[in-house]
């Protein structure tokens, strides 16, 4: 769906400049959990080996949510579901302030599975940025859509120490400071898509579709299961091993005497890789398709285990081009997985489909975020990140398998 000039229509701009400033705002709800997520549990409990269950809980979380966004996105368009799935993540923030206050692990170990609602919205929003992109540009709306996560992702996490500074002046633990600029990112990103999303893109485009009077044909319907699959075991693998390594570097730079700040610094860093490649990766898909950059993403997630495996502990250079090559892979496999998806599914189950897939995609951050502190504290980080390259290494084959025959969904089904 491209004007005569070969751009976005204008309703489709509207759409993407009001999905990047909700995701600018989204990026620094992200990126507290991630930072100190793991920090707060072992605080709270003193010990490491479920250090990794805060991780694991906002995955669960994340994964309900993403389910009930898809739905409601279905039913009552992109701008209801985007809208709500923020306010949850807001209210997620909140109680796990409430929690640091008063001591209560359950309430925190709750907000945080609550909190995991924001994570959700802020994947599925690359969905809508795509709704009525034009199928040779939509690796790049994907992207648009993604790197606008970047700017709150990289100012959050050195927001850390200012904002454990000003909670502590307020009486609330310093490693809950940046749950309060979270939730306060949260719920503006959620006033932002509930009045200015319009044309609801998901809507819009269903109103600008072909007619579909006739059942799929058979070959058609085993094309969009196929893509399906491809699409998923992509995304499933690269967040899997991405979340593993992630959520332990906190702890392993702590363990080897790093400060809060250069761990703000190197998770900042791996943040920006996981978005800011965006333009680059969608431009990939366009050009040459999506599944030589899905290949991509498994070689360089390779290449990010066995690095962060080997550096010395002390060395921070190392450690940081680790996590930046961990989050080059995800964005790799996130743009590509995205494009075989929704290049396969009809528009008129498009949203549960994508919210389905998305709760693969939380439920395998999940096991990497729940195991990963166990497999630390029995083994060490070299182990962990090693077991991430090694799962990297699958997604190879698994792509050789499930791509052979594969072929985009008829255009009558899409926009």
Known sequence: MTDAAGTEPPEQRRILRVLIAAQILSGAGLAAGITVGALLAQDMLNTTGLAGLPAALFTVGSAAAAAGVGRLSDRAGRRAGLTWGYALGALGCAGVVIAAVIGNVPLLFASFFVYGAGTATNLQARYAGADLADPARRGRAVSAVLVATTLGGVLGPNLVAPMGSLAAAWGIPPLAGPFLLAGAAYAVAALVLGV???????????????????????????????????????????????????TMTPIHMAAHGHTLGAAGLVIAIHVAAMFLPSPISGRLVDRLGPVPVAVA????????????????????????????LLGLGWNLGLVSGTAIITDAVPLERRATTQGTVDVGIAISGTGGGLASGLVVAAAGFPVLALAGAAFALAIVPIVALTSRGRRPAPAASGT
């Open 297 to 324: 993403s498994g070689a360089t997630l390779l290449v990010a285990g066995v690095l962060a495996a080997v550096a010395p502990g002390e060395s921070l250079v190392v450690l940081t081009i680790a996590l930046a």
């Open 196 to 246: 200015l999303l319009r044309p609801d893109p998901l809507l819009r485009a269903r109103e600008l579709a072909v007619p579909v009077t006739a059942t799929p044909a058979t070959g058609a319907q085993e094309a969009a299961r196929s893509g399906v699959v491809l699409g998923a075991a992509v995304m499933i693998l690269t967040q899997l091993v991405m979340v593993a390594i992630m």
